[in-house]
């Protein structure tokens, strides 16, 4: 009789291969522990199995229950004497747990077993002891099992035996799912294998876990090591590794081999020219462009060379404006970039231009790949046209457009190859003719002979088009009917869908119903019934079929069909209600991965209005589109957001000009009308369009349609007071505030600062009351009242200070009211305190990290330097100004320091650079119409007439930009500023209009 005991796991005990029951649980755990330890004394077992009771009853129950096992098991198996007992040597007897010693012997099928725990669910009731023992063999096995099985894995590596090591892999993370070195050694086994989307995945996974259960990240070497991996997948390096390139069906250029090598020729690094190169790539729809592009990319780019890519983003049904570059710059620029502030295209394509130069490693290669460039919007275009009179030698620009969409961007490229400004060339990719369909088939499928029948209805039915001859090849290759055939794209896709399994055929859905790539993170969650290994396997599976590729952002998965054709027979594929359900299931998930609405990032904002306006959830889309607005609102128009640290570095929104805001505002506008017909009035609706009222009113001032914005304000907060709505009144008066400081009108700012600080006492928003404290300040800052000014924005200071102990960081806040603070100590001519507190102004950004401001609080430094004739510290501050202007296209000051700048090459003798910043000052100054620029931009202009006077050399660069006489442009600037409460700029202009005018004409104009 021979006996096998299975202890890792759930224990069981075979007799000649029948289970045997133990008529009860010590009986059974007492046989364990003999069976493990082999010879224990009496005294031992009695005090671990019935250590509650007296020695003598617990020596009797020992005796009973030895009795029982002698009754149940083989009589010869337990040996006994008055002081041990012992398990017989010569038992024919076998224990799992000692294959353990040599896992050579183990076959590869009973492996699985022993990532078993021992005695998995083996319990007695108040045997502690016996509880602590089973505890410390569980640890003892578990640690001798991962050491031999590392061992074991070690020698596969070592042999290449790369199945085999990932099983050993597999065992130990089942033993100790936290062992990074294992997860290094799987990562690097599905390298070695050429399964680089697997290793990647590992990690992905993994970090998830250990962030999640631990709250630690992985490793440093094991994030470099994903680092690397990266790299390897964007670049397809796998074949360098491994020496050489998998074949598959969806990884062939067959047919293609003319058009890689024209690109190859074309993009060549040795070309003498020296001049960037644009090719544009053109066909119809699945007749393999972007396939072409990846392969031409996969063998061009080399590691440490750079790969940008840009495409449209569609938001129900239209094109959002800027998106493209928005995106593309967003990635380019570190995590704390603004992109806030005025733009034009020409100063977008410098600001790319930049970017890309500023992430270029020398000696690389730069290809910028232009996709679906006939989805791009025509603001987007206007900014490529004018990228292309500033691209850099080195760069390789790739476009691919449909046919019927790609003459205007041709003929914008030909006239650019005339001026010699690029070299260009124009691939038309077109569909295979039949006898190049017979040979795709052919090579497709080599063991398989096409009738010419057949090939007739293949050719009919695909007219030659790569993608779609794929499809038909795969079933072929499974043994489909060729009935099949005349069936349309939709039919085939269809029944290649439907064979697919469950999980994967829910997993295109989801992806179908993304407007932009999918997430892994969203895609995990919103398929929550799914295991994470199972949903890995499942995108791996349909990357291998063709159906998706992925993609990497950030070190974040991405996923994408190969096709927008197959997307989109997908997406009608799924029933009405489900796909209403999974929009609304995203737009949840968008907007709780958001987090609050004042920290997002625009794209992600629109994503969650696109599912929500899928989902037919109207009301929660225009709240949506309103909230959307106040954030672009507060970034692009508001100085000193009101907002928090981490919000001003981390969120993103697009520039946007009058037009784009206009049609923006109008699908807010049609989606109201559409709620009052569908749904009804409502308070609820009646607020959110109020607060449309507002928002339209603050972008018409900022645009400089007074009346019509201020109209709109005054109307909502009419409404606002009268209805309770207070949060919606401190908006109003916010808008208004800025108003008053746009215009520079002190009075309305202090009346409307002063209500907005009454209404927000009474309500205890001690944000809005920091802020219109700081508003009033600057209200009386420019009506002349200096002392009251400085009190209220350290009032404003002692506000923020407080909350920011007890609620997220707004450090901006601050710092603009230590800004006005210095212009306090400026304007009463204290100018070493003025430059002090706008140095500490920018130490704080930096040391904040924040950016908005910066170049307003270089330009005030700036300023008070050429105030004290402090030459070198003035450069370094007004070059600093606009250096961040144009690097970060916001803030303000770049009127002050091209003014300042003007003046001072002037006087230096430089008046190519003087004339230069000149033109920039006044463009600047007639844009937004302020006041004190435009009286220190007049006395610049005063001067320099006066220089050009007298200096014939100078007339030709300066007359055209100088019209005036030098004394007019005194005037205009001694009115200007007498109106400001800057004693020491009027005076300056006094001085320099007395030296112009004879001493009859300065009395009586000082007079008037």
């Given at each position: 009789?021979?006996?096998?005991?299975?202890?890792?796991?759930?224990?069981?005990?075979?007799?000649?291969?029948?289970?045997?029951?133990?008529?009860?649980?010590?009986?059974?755990?007492?046989?364990?522990?003999?069976?493990?330890?082999?010879?224990?004394?009496?005294?031992?077992?009695?005090?671990?199995?019935?250590?509650?009771?007296?020695?003598?009853?617990?020596?009797?129950?020992?005796?009973?229950?030895?009795?029982?096992?002698?009754?149940?098991?083989?009589?010869?198996?337990?040996?006994?004497?008055?002081?041990?007992?012992?398990?017989?040597?010569?038992?024919?007897?076998?224990?799992?747990?000692?294959?353990?010693?040599?896992?050579?012997?183990?076959?590869?099928?009973?492996?699985?077993?022993?990532?078993?725990?021992?005695?998995?669910?083996?319990?007695?009731?108040?045997?502690?002891?016996?509880?602590?023992?089973?505890?410390?063999?569980?640890?003892?096995?578990?640690?001798?099992?991962?050491?031999?099985?590392?061992?074991?894995?070690?020698?596969?590596?070592?042999?290449?035996?790369?199945?085999?090591?990932?099983?050993?892999?597999?065992?130990?993370?089942?033993?100790?799912?936290?062992?990074?070195?294992?997860?290094?050694?799987?990562?690097?086994?599905?390298?070695?294998?050429?399964?680089?989307?697997?290793?990647?995945?590992?990690?992905?996974?993994?970090?998830?876990?250990?962030?999640?259960?631990?709250?630690?990240?992985?490793?440093?070497?094991?994030?470099?090591?994903?680092?690397?991996?990266?790299?390897?997948?964007?670049?397809?390096?796998?074949?360098?590794?491994?020496?050489?390139?998998?074949?598959?069906?969806?990884?062939?250029?067959?047919?293609?081999?003319?058009?890689?090598?024209?690109?190859?020729?074309?993009?060549?690094?040795?070309?003498?020219?020296?001049?960037?190169?644009?090719?544009?790539?053109?066909?119809?729809?699945?007749?393999?462009?972007?396939?072409?592009?990846?392969?031409?990319?996969?063998?061009?780019?080399?590691?440490?060379?750079?790969?940008?890519?840009?495409?449209?983003?569609?938001?129900?049904?239209?094109?959002?404006?800027?998106?493209?570059?928005?995106?593309?710059?967003?990635?380019?620029?570190?995590?704390?970039?603004?992109?806030?502030?005025?733009?034009?295209?020409?100063?977008?394509?410098?600001?790319?231009?930049?970017?890309?130069?500023?992430?270029?490693?020398?000696?690389?290669?730069?290809?910028?790949?232009?996709?679906?460039l006939h989805d791009f919007d025509s603001a987007s275009i206007e900014v490529f046209r004018c990228f292309l009179n500033r691209l850099p030698a080195y760069i390789r620009i790739i476009i691919?457009?449909?046919?019927?969409?790609?003459?205007?961007?041709?003929?914008?490229?030909?006239s650019a190859y005339r001026r010699d400004s690029l070299d260009y060339m124009h691939i038309k990719i077109y569909p295979f003719t039949k006898e190049g369909t017979e040979n795709f088939c052919r090579f497709l499928l080599p063991s398989y002979k096409v009738s010419p029948e057949q090939l007739e209805v293949i050719y009919n039915y695909t007219k030659g088009t790569p993608l779609f001859l794929k499809e038909i090849a795969s079933l072929i290759a499974e043994g489909k009917n060729l009935n099949l055939f005349s069936q349309k794209l939709q039919d085939i896709v269809k029944e290649h869908f439907v064979l697919l399994p469950k999980l994967e055929g829910e997993l295109l859905k989801v992806i179908s119903v993304f407007n932009v790539d999918a997430s892994y993170k969203l895609l995990k969650s919103i398929l929550n019934n799914a295991d994470e290994q199972e949903l890995a396997e499942a995108i791996n599976s349909l990357m291998n079929k063709g159906f998706i590729i992925e993609k990497i952002e950030d070190g974040d998965r991405h996923y994408a069909f190969s096709h927008s054709e197959i997307k989109s027979i997908i997406y009608n594929f799924i029933e009405r209600e489900h796909k209403r359900s999974l929009h609304e299931r995203l737009a949840y998930l968008t907007r709780e991965d958001m987090g609050d609405w004042s920290n997002i990032k625009w794209k992600e904002g629109l994503n969650s209005i696109y599912h929500l306006h899928q989902a037919n959830l109207l009301i929660e889309e225009l709240k949506a589109r309103l909230n959307l607005l106040k954030l672009h609102l507060s970034f692009n128009h508001e100085l000193f957001p009101m907002l928090s640290d981490e919000t001003l570095k981390s969120a993103r929104v697009p520039f946007s000009e009058m037009e784009s805001m206009a049609t923006y505002g109008k699908d807010v506008r049609d989606l109201l009308y559409e709620i009052h017909c569908t749904i009804g009035e409502s308070h609820e609706l009646e607020v959110l369009e109020r607060t449309y009222y507002w928002l339209d009113g603050s972008y018409l001032i900022w645009y400089g349609k007074y009346r019509e914005g201020l109209k709109k304000i005054y109307d909502t907060l009419y409404w606002a007071k009268n209805r309770g709505e207070t949060k919606l009144e401190l908006d109003c008066l916010l808008g208004l505030c800025y108003f008053g400081i746009q215009t520079e009108n002190g009075q309305m700012l202090k009346k409307y600062a002063l209500d907005m600080l009454k209404a927000a006492q009474s309500n205890f928003l001690d944000s809005y009351i920091g802020v219109s404290l700081r508003f009033l300040g600057l209200g009386y800052l420019l009506t002349g009242d200096l002392k009251r000014a400085e009190r209220l924005f350290k009032a404003s200071i002692k506000?923020?200070?407080?909350?920011?102990?007890?609620?997220?960081?707004?450090?901006?806040?601050?710092?603009?009211?230590?800004?006005?603070?210095?212009?306090?100590?400026?304007?009463?001519?204290?100018?070493?305190?003025?430059?002090?507190?706008?140095?500490?102004?920018?130490?704080?950004?930096?040391?904040?990290?924040?950016?908005?401001?910066?170049?307003?609080?270089?330009?005030?430094?700036?300023?008070?330097?050429?105030?004290?004739?402090?030459?070198?510290?003035?450069?370094?501050?007004?070059?600093?100004?606009?250096?961040?202007?144009?690097?970060?296209?916001?803030?303000?000051?770049?009127?002050?320091?091209?003014?300042?700048?003007?003046?001072?090459?002037?006087?230096?003798?430089?008046p190519g650079r003087a004339i230069d910043n000149l033109r920039k000052a006044n463009h600047i100054c007639a844009t937004l119409n302020k006041k004190y620029w435009i009286g220190m931009l007049l006395y610049t202009k005063g001067i320099m007439r006066n220089i050009m006077d007298n200096r014939d050399e100078f007339k030709h660069l300066w007359i055209d930009e100088l019209p005036e006489s030098a004394v007019e442009y005194a005037k205009e600037a001694v009115c200007i500023l007498e109106g400001l409460h800057i004693e020491h700029e009027r005076q300056k202009a006094c001085k320099l209009l007395t030296s112009l005018l004879s001493h009859e004409d300065i009395s009586r104009y000082l007079t008037v």
């Open positions: 009789m021979h006996l096998r005991v299975k202890l890792l796991g759930s224990p069981q005990v075979f007799c000649d291969e029948h289970i045997i029951q133990f008529p009860f649980r010590k009986a059974e755990g007492l046989f364990y522990y003999l069976i493990v330890e082999k010879v224990v004394s009496r005294e031992k077992l009695a005090g671990i199995f019935w250590g509650d009771l007296d020695q003598v009853y617990a020596l009797k129950n020992l005796r009973n229950a030895l009795y029982v096992l002698h009754k149940t098991l083989s009589p010869d198996l337990i040996i006994q004497d008055n002081q041990w007992i012992r398990i017989n040597d010569s038992a024919p007897l076998s224990l799992d747990i000692d294959m353990l010693h040599d896992l050579n012997k183990i076959h590869r099928h009973s492996l699985e077993g022993i990532a078993d725990e021992f005695l998995d669910g083996f319990y007695i009731s108040k045997c502690p002891e016996f509880e602590e023992w089973v505890f410390a063999k569980r640890t003892q096995i578990k640690s001798f099992c991962i050491e031999n099985l590392k061992s074991r894995l070690a020698l596969c590596c070592k042999s290449k035996s790369y199945d085999t090591a990932l099983e050993m892999a597999k065992l130990i993370l089942k033993l100790d799912e936290f062992d990074e070195e294992v997860i290094r050694s799987t990562m690097n086994i599905y390298v070695s294998l050429g399964q680089i989307t697997k290793a990647l995945q590992t990690y992905q996974i993994f970090k998830s876990k250990v962030i999640e259960i631990l709250g630690v990240s992985p490793d440093v070497s094991t994030e470099s090591l994903y680092d690397e991996i990266c790299l390897m997948h964007q670049k397809n390096m796998v074949d360098r590794l491994n020496n050489t390139r998998p074949l598959s069906l969806y990884g062939s250029i067959f047919g293609r081999e003319d058009e890689l090598a024209r690109l190859h020729a074309f993009c060549k690094i040795s070309d003498p020219s020296r001049i960037p190169k644009c090719i544009l790539i053109t066909g119809v729809p699945g007749v393999g462009k972007n396939h072409l592009i990846r392969h031409f990319l996969d063998t061009y780019l080399e590691a440490g060379d750079l790969l940008l890519s840009c495409k449209a983003i569609e938001i129900n049904g239209s094109q959002y404006p800027l998106g493209p570059w928005h995106e593309l710059l967003s990635r380019l620029s570190t995590s704390n970039l603004s992109l806030v502030g005025l733009h034009t295209p020409g100063t977008l394509s410098d600001m790319l231009a930049k970017s890309i130069e500023r992430k270029r490693k020398k000696g690389n290669k730069v290809v910028l790949y232009m996709e679906n691919e457009s449909r046919n019927d969409d790609a003459h205007h961007i041709d003929a914008l490229l030909k506000t923020f200070e407080r909350l920011n102990t007890t609620r997220p960081r707004n450090s901006l806040s601050i710092i603009a009211a230590l800004n006005y603070l210095g212009d306090v100590r400026h304007w009463e001519g204290r100018f070493e305190e003025a430059l002090s507190l706008y140095e500490y102004c920018i130490s704080l950004c930096n040391k904040q990290g924040l950016y908005h401001g910066l170049s307003l609080f270089h330009a005030n430094a700036g300023h008070v330097a050429f105030d004290l004739k402090d030459h070198s510290l003035m450069l370094y501050h007004l070059n600093k100004s606009i250096q961040l202007n144009e690097q970060h296209n916001g803030g303000r000051g770049a009127a002050i320091s091209h003014t300042l700048l003007a003046l001072y090459w002037a006087t230096k003798g430089e």
